[in-house]
T-cell receptor, first 112, second 115 residues
Framework: DQQVKQNSPSLSVQEGRISILNCDYT??????FLWYKKYPAEGPTFLIS?????DKNEDGRFTVFLNKSAKHLSLHIVPSQPGDSAVYFC???????????FGAGTRLTVKP | EAGVAQSPRYKIIEKRQSVAFWCNPI?????LYWYQQILGQGPKLLIQ????????DSQLPKDRFSAERLKGVDSTLKIQPAKLEDSAVYLC?????????????FGEGSRLTVL
C-alpha cells in the first residue's frame, strides 16, 4: 500500500534556480512529515520536517509546504546547488515515528 | 558522535542460503529500526525495537526473517532461507525514543544480492 507517493522519479534543474519536489499522501492520520536526502552508497539523512499543525517550515535554502486539505507537501530548494544532487525521500508518520512510511524518492540533478 | 554502524556493507549469496546483518545504533538511542529498500522504491519498515522489546514487526516476513536486539543495544537481522526477491539494501536506523521528533538516523546500509 503506497500511502506516500512521489510521482516524479527524477527532476533536473539549473544551478541557482528553484527545485520543487512534490509528495502526496493518502492517510489522513499522518501528522508529521519529513524529507530525507540520500547520496549514493550512503544512508538517508534528515533534511527538514513539518508538523501537521503548520503549513510551512523554513530552514535556510530549504522550505517545506504542507497542504493538508490536498494531502500534499512540497520541498523547495532555493537557490539550487550542484551539491544538492541526490535522491530525496518524503516520509510521513502518525503517532510520531511508530510507523514511518516513505515515498519512492525523486532523484534531483542540479546542473552547473 | 559516532553514527549508526552496519555490517557487512555488501553481501552476495545464493538463494536458499542464510545471511545476517548487524547494526550498532547511536549511543543512547532507545529505538532501533530495520528497513528494506528495494531498488527504485522507498524504505519499508521491517521491524522496530524500543530498547529490547518489539514495537512493530507487522511487515516482517516471519517465515524467513528474524531480528533480535539483545540487551537493547546492538541488533541483528537474519534471513533464512533467502529468496531472489530479498535482494535489497537493508537499512538500520535509530532514534532517541518513540514519541520524539520523528527524526531517524540511518546507517549506510547493507546491500544484499541473492543469486
Amino acid at each position: 500500500d503506497q500511502q506516500v507517493k512521489q510521482n516524479s522519479p527524477s527532476l533536473s534543474v539549473q544551478e541557482g534556480r528553484i527545485s520543487i519536489l512534490n509528495c502526496d499522501y493518502t492517510n489522513s492520520m499522518f501528522d508529521y512529515f519529513l524529507w530525507y536526502k540520500k547520496y549514493p552508497a550512503e544512508g538517508p539523512t534528515f533534511l527538514i520536517s513539518i508538523s501537521s499543525i503548520k503549513d510551512k517550515n523554513e530552514d535556510g535554502r530549504f522550505t517545506v509546504f504542507l497542504n493538508k486539505s490536498a494531502k500534499h507537501l512540497s520541498l523547495h530548494i532555493v537557490p539550487s546547488q550542484p551539491g544538492d544532487s541526490a535522491v530525496y525521500f518524503c516520509a510521513a508518520s502518525a503517532n510520531n515515528n511508530n510507523d514511518m512510511r516513505f515515498g519512492a524518492g525523486t532523484r534531483l540533478t542540479v546542473k552547473p | 558522535e559516532a553514527g549508526v554502524a552496519q555490517s557487512p556493507r555488501y553481501k552476495i549469496i545464493e538463494k536458499r542460503q542464510s545471511v545476517a546483518f548487524w547494526c550498532n545504533p547511536i549511543s543512547g538511542h532507545a529505538t532501533l529500526y530495520w528497513y528494506q529498500q528495494i531498488l527504485g522504491q522507498g524504505p519499508k519498515l521491517l521491524i522496530q525495537f524500543q530498547n529490547n522489546g518489539v514495537v512493530d514487526d507487522s511487515q516482517l516476513p516471519k517465515d524467513r526473517f528474524s531480528a533480535e536486539r539483545l540487551k537493547g543495544v546492538d541488533s541483528t537481522l537474519k534471513i533464512q532461507p533467502a529468496k531472489l526477491e530479498d535482494s535489497a539494501v537493508y537499512l538500520c536506523a535509530s532514534s532517541l525514543s518513540t514519541g520524539t521528533t520523528g527524526e531517524l538516523f540511518f546507517g549506510e546500509g547493507s546491500r544484499l544480492t541473492v543469486l
